[in-house]
């Protein structure tokens, strides 16, 4: 402000001055006025200077000017600058904030008020089949035609979510959407979308599992009230006595097995990993698999033939688990060989490493479209024929996971007419060979109670 008003101060001094000099009074007027306004053009330059600058947007060279105008140019150089930071950092948020929402599992679709899509994830994208760049600004409506949908949006209550048909769904492979609008702002519209294809899958074995244990419980104890009121009302003769106790008898240890199973599985998903550092003999376990397997062959009156391999090697893992595993596989190809048929428990090293152990048997075989079930609980190919042989339905799920939480994987080939043959390849990790002689006799297991 000093340098503005001395300026001017100086411009008027001069003008009147040299109009003194040149023409007197008269001359000193005339030179004021016209100093007056070469100040007036001079100091309007420079305004239209600043001003053409700030309507570039402060763009181009740097101005440069002193006085009250270079002191107004510096302040909206200032201002423009500070404009400029915080749109970087607003334009900045707003993309951490899209590549966290294109992050997310769940599907994000925003809607203006005509129920056209403005932005979407790329989640959303897969779930509803909607392309993110082509389809913008096309109406959500002519997207996603599944009828509950119309019907849901339609309707205008939003208070729950809907479940749609994924567009990725297959017969083999079903793929269920919830979808839910949330209305914001002047009448646009935040649809949510998720994938709950696992939550409808573990409902659906929760409501399996529980049906499936409730009538395998069920109808031993249907058996068990028969016998015990067929006892007290009617009069029995010994041998009549002794053969229901030993049917009640069977259906009691039928349903403790269950049972037994059952809390096996249990204590598999909820404890800690198996430790890598206790070394079991696999010749042990064999051979306890062999004693098990010639005593279930007796009990259901098949003669079969029953040939172990002999082997060296140790396992590390938890020996209960392990001889579970393996046990149920023998048992499985007990029960289900003929009589006359035969069994081969093999233990075959590999080259890299690893193990196999493989039980092959003689039996009718198993249709390719029951493979990849046969872990599931309590599935059964015939139930009534799993039924007669004893079985639970559950001891392939105590295999599959045993195995997963010895680092294994499980393979099962198997045809119709063919035999079958399911074998756990153990990890090089878990294998080792043992220094005791090829002779020395196997060390008693400790059983799972």
């Not at 001359?27 to 053009?41: K, R, V």
């Not at 190809?333 to 039980?359: C, E, H, K, M, N």
Request: aromatic share 6%; hydrophobic share 45%.
């Amino acid at each position: 402000m000093l340098f503005r008003i001395s300026l001017f101060v100086a411009i008027q001094l001069a003008g009147t001055l040299a109009g003194w000099w040149a023409g007197g009074l008269a001359g000193a007027l005339a030179g004021l006025a016209i100093a007056s306004t070469l100040w007036f053009l001079l100091d309007l330059w420079r305004g239209l200077k600043v001003a053409l600058w700030l309507r570039d947007g402060g763009a181009g060279p740097e101005l440069r000017m002193r006085g009250l105008w270079g002191e107004v140019a510096d302040r909206a150089r200032r201002a423009l600058r500070s404009r400029e930071q915080l749109a970087l950092d607003s334009q900045r948020r707003l993309q951490d904030f899209l590549a966290a929402i294109q992050a997310s599992p769940n599907g994000v679709v925003l809607l203006d008020p005509d129920g056209r899509i403005e932005w979407c994830n790329q989640t959303a994208a897969a779930q509803l089949g909607i392309d993110a760049h082509r389809d913008m600004l096309q109406l959500i409506g002519n997207l996603v035609r599944d009828p509950s949908f119309a019907a849901y949006y339609a309707a205008k209550d939003y208070r729950r979510d809907i479940v749609v048909t994924g567009r990725e769904s297959t017969s083999v492979r079903p793929v269920r959407i919830s979808v839910q609008l949330h209305p914001y702002g002047e009448g646009r519209q935040l649809l949510l979308t998720r994938d709950i294809t696992a939550l409808e899958q573990a409902d659906a074995m929760r409501r399996d599992f529980v049906a499936n244990v409730s009538h395998e419980i069920r109808t031993p104890l249907t058996v068990l009230t028969g016998f015990v009121e067929t006892m007290q009302t009617l009069p029995l003769s010994r041998d009549e006595q002794l053969r229901y106790l030993d049917l009640m008898g069977r259906q009691a240890h039928r349903m403790q097995t269950l049972v037994s199973d059952l809390l096996t599985l249990s204590r598999l998903e909820g404890s800690p990993p198996p430790p890598a550092g206790d070394w079991t003999p696999v010749a042990a376990l064999l051979a306890q698999c062999e004693q098990e397997a010639r005593a279930l062959g007796g009990t259901l009156g098949k003669q079969q033939e029953l040939r172990f391999a002999d082997t060296d090697a140790q396992l590390a893992g938890a020996q209960s688990e392990l001889h579970s595993a393996l046990s149920n596989l023998v048992s499985n190809a007990v029960r289900y060989t003929g009589p006359g048929g035969a069994i081969d428990v093999g233990w075959q090293p590999l080259p890299d490493g690893r193990a196999v152990f493989s039980v092959r048997d003689t039996g009718p075989g198993i249709a390719p479209e029951h493979v990849p079930r046969l872990t599931e609980r309590f599935y059964r190919i015939d139930r009534s024929r799993s039924r007669e042989t004893g079985g639970t339905g559950l001891g392939l799920a105590i295999v599959k996971h045993v195995v997963q939480r010895h680092g294994a994987e499980l393979k099962i080939e198997s045809a119709p007419g063919a035999g079958s043959t399911f074998s756990i390849v153990f990890p090089a990790a878990r294998v080792r060979m043992s220094a005791r002689p090829a002779a020395a006799p196997a060390a008693p297991l400790a059983t799972e109670s």
